[in-house]
T-cell receptor, first 118, second 120 residues
Framework: AQKITQTQPGMFVQEKEAVTLDCTYD???????LFWYKQPSSGEMIFLIY??????QNATEGRYSLNFQKARKSANLVISASQLGDSAMYFC???????????????FGKGTLLTVNP | GAGVSQTPSNKVTEKGKYVELRCDPI?????LYWYRQSLGQGPEFLIY????????DSGLPNDRFFAVRPEGSVSTLKIQRTERGDSAVYLC??????????????????FGPGTRLTVL
């Protein structure tokens, strides 16, 4: 079974600085996808970034980048130039296998609450 | 275009009552998912539909929970004999297809705003 671990219940960062949110995962499947979602206080889950297990390069989307270290089974999210609007819960999630079977449901971590200070 | 919508946004009910939660996915999305998010936790998978059929209902906690998607679009999550432990936010998500391929656009699940269920 897959497992996602987010060890930081809360993180603080100063506006305009960078912050790294940690995520480690456990799976026996060689093919999987890793996701980060943002959940503001309004409750909606907002997709941020995706990394496939076979992708050679780390994923980037604007101010978001994913530090993917496959051997360590970690997929940390880096947010550069933090903004006040980045304050939210951040969830790391995984989906295993592209070849069939359970290749759809996401397994989520417990999340990290990020607070950006002015 | 319109995103995933869920109604009601809030539902308060009494223990033992029956409730229905509705999800309207993005038009053209064949895959639909229900998740439950308890306070302080990440979402947990409940059930997945591909078209009209439930392809995987392994996350439903017990037989009081049931979901349908009769025409392959709108889905209803039904909870019988509600218990206080059922209180949570119920999230619905949809995607173009279940997840084959590596392109992010095929893998991304779009979430609705959720229904907050409170069982008194």
């Amino acid at each position: 079974a897959q497992k996602i671990t987010q060890t930081q219940p809360g993180m603080f960062v100063q506006e305009k600085e960078a912050v790294t949110l940690d995520c480690t995962y456990d799976t026996s499947d060689p093919s999987y996808g890793l996701f980060w979602y943002k959940q503001p206080s309004s409750g909606e889950m907002i997709f941020l970034i995706y990394q496939g297990s076979y992708d050679q390069q780390n994923a980037t989307e604007g101010r978001y980048s994913l530090n993917f270290q496959k051997a360590r089974k970690s997929a940390n999210l880096v947010i550069s130039a933090s903004q006040l609007g980045d304050s939210a819960m951040y969830f790391c999630a995984m989906r295993d296998t592209f070849s069939g079977g359970s290749n759809y449901k996401l397994t989520f971590g417990k999340g990290t609450l990020l607070t950006v200070n002015p | 275009g319109a995103g995933v919508s869920q109604t009601p946004s809030n539902k308060v009910t009494e223990k033992g009552k029956y409730v229905e939660l509705r999800c309207d996915p993005i038009s053209g999305h064949t895959a639909l998912y229900w998740y439950r998010q308890s306070l302080g936790q990440g979402p947990e998978f409940l059930i997945y539909f591909q078209g009209t059929g439930a392809a995987d209902d392994s996350g439903l906690p017990n037989d009081r929970f049931f979901a349908v998607r009769p025409e392959g679009s709108v889905s209803t999550l039904k909870i019988q004999r509600t218990e206080r432990g059922d209180s949570a936010v119920y999230l619905c998500a949809s995607s173009l297809r279940p997840g084959s391929g590596r392109a992010a656009s095929y893998n991304e699940q779009f979430f609705g705003p959720g229904t907050r269920l409170t069982v008194l």
